[in-house]
């Protein structure tokens, strides 16, 4: 099907499935199951938006820690986090998924968000396209 296709192009560029996860990265997006702060940043930009219970709340803090500091990866860290996928299964948490993700998109933006474009192409260009 060419929008699987297509999904799936976007989803292999966006997850940056072609970077070398052995070596650090300043990357856009850390999951918030396990994160190092500074106070100072949390200071600066805010904690995690209380209007958001449950899923994207770790996408929207950590775009706006991305628009003051890096926010990087480490290969040589490991956490195991227990990820059921809880909102596949359970209506009541589907439900807070569908609130986050109305809630994150009215804010950012639907299907135009510059801002989110042109972090997600450097961050492409500097970790995936670039040799080392």
Not at 52 to 80: G, N, Q, S, W
Not at 103 to 109: A, C, E, P, R, S
Request: one cysteine or more; charged letters at 30%.
């Amino acid at each position: 099907m060419p929008i699987r296709s297509v999904r799936e192009k976007r989803n292999k560029l966006y997850e940056l499935r072609g970077a070398n996860f052995e070596q650090e990265m300043n990357v856009p997006f850390l999951s918030g199951s396990f994160m190092f702060l500074r106070v100072e940043a949390l200071k600066k930009v805010g904690v995690f938006d209380e209007k958001i219970f449950m899923y994207l709340e770790d996408a929207d803090l950590c775009r706006r820690l991305h628009r003051h500091y890096r926010t990087m990866y480490y290969p040589k860290v490991f956490i195991v986090h227990e990820f059921f996928k809880g909102s596949h299964k359970s209506l009541r948490l589907m439900s807070y998924h569908i609130k986050s993700a109305l809630y994150y998109f009215t804010k950012w933006g639907w299907f135009v968000d510059k801002e989110r474009d042109d972090i997600n192409l450097k961050t492409l260009q500097r970790e995936v396209w670039q040799t080392p």
